[in-house]
């Protein structure tokens, strides 16, 4: 693949993205910012960009807060994660006054970082997953090069995973977590509520969006399971163009408080998105074990 490729991770939501991300940023002919969800495309078309100012104004006090005292090279770590922040403001910044050609142009460049021989620059935001087809076919047409990737996790595991992290982010001081937790899956499986996050795991209609806007030779759709061992990661550089590394297939990154789902929550998750399994299976079988182990139909 020539210089300058550019890779757009766009999912699944909790199904190894922060894992690709730090495996890719400590790859030699990848480079890739300190921020991983960059938030360019979503923010755009759904005009939040109100919310994404104030998300990122907290991480960047958080960081300031870290940087007081701090030393040596983690010293240097929150300043360079600090600076990147500022640029992707800019960046926004561009595109909330409208002249989307200067933003995405300023986008690019922010990937790129600096001039140099690196084969991959990457955009891993797991929230591109719920983007528009038009939206999804202009990212790949902003070049021959662009590679787009999205990983599928077994949908009752993606979606625990998901409510637990959910709840860690709503818990208030005394809450019991997994109380919360099994309180957020229940309004998910039997009421209809907290959309946002079956949403996330929607492989079908996410699939057949990718599927329609991007072409079949820049698109990699694979299981997670499969994807992170040596042969998947062996399939996944060739797709990029980048020489395989070996790495620690069974370190998870934001894997969260470990919690198990009550055997009467995961039969109604298990039934809530038996679509989702029988949609897979049909067009992108054999489901592996845990995929099975999972999926009432098996």
């Known amino acids: 693949m020539a210089a300058g490729a550019i890779l757009f991770c766009v999912g699944a939501t909790k199904a190894g993205t922060s894992w690709l991300y730090r495996y ?6 990848c480079r890739l910012r300190s921020i991983k969800e960059l938030h360019f495309f979503d923010t755009v078309d759904a005009n939040d960009y109100d919310f994404q100012f104030e998300t990122w104004a907290r991480l960047r006090r958080d960081l300031e807060r870290r940087l007081d005292g701090a030393e040596g090279w983690r010293r240097g770590n929150l300043q360079r994660q600090i600076a990147d922040l500022d640029e992707m403001t800019a960046v926004l910044e561009l595109a909330r006054g409208g002249n989307m050609d200067a933003a995405v142009a300023a986008y690019r460049a922010y990937l790129a970082g600096r001039p140099g021989d690196d084969k991959l620059v990457a955009d891993i935001t797991p929230g591109y997953a ?6 999804l076919s202009m990212m790949a047409g902003l070049s021959g090069a662009v590679r787009v990737l999205y990983l599928m996790r077994d949908p009752v595991e993606r979606l625990w995973s998901h409510v637990r992290m959910q709840a860690a982010r709503q818990q208030r001081e005394g809450e019991d977590l997994a109380l919360k937790s099994r309180r957020i899956l229940n309004r998910v499986v039997k009421r209809g509520l907290e959309a946002h996050i079956p949403a996330r795991g929607d492989y079908r209609s996410t699939i057949e969006r990718l599927t329609a806007a991007v072409p079949a030779g820049q ?19 060739g797709f990029l163009g980048i020489g395989y590394r070996p790495a620690d297939t069974s ?12 055997p009467g929550q995961k039969l109604q998750a298990q039934d809530f998105l038996a679509p989702q399994y029988a949609y897979v299976a049909q067009n992108f079988g054999p489901l592996p074990e845990r995929w099975q182990a999972n999926w009432m139909g098996a």
């Open 219 to 237: 698109l990699m759709i694979d299981f997670s399971e499969r994807l992170l061992t040596e042969d998947g990661l062996r399939r996944l550089c």
């Open 24 to 29: 890719l940023h400590d790859h030699p002919e």
């Open 130 to 135: 719920l983007l528009s087809q038009a939206r």
């Open 251 to 262: 370190a998870r990154e934001h894997e969260g408080v470990r919690l198990v789902i009550e």
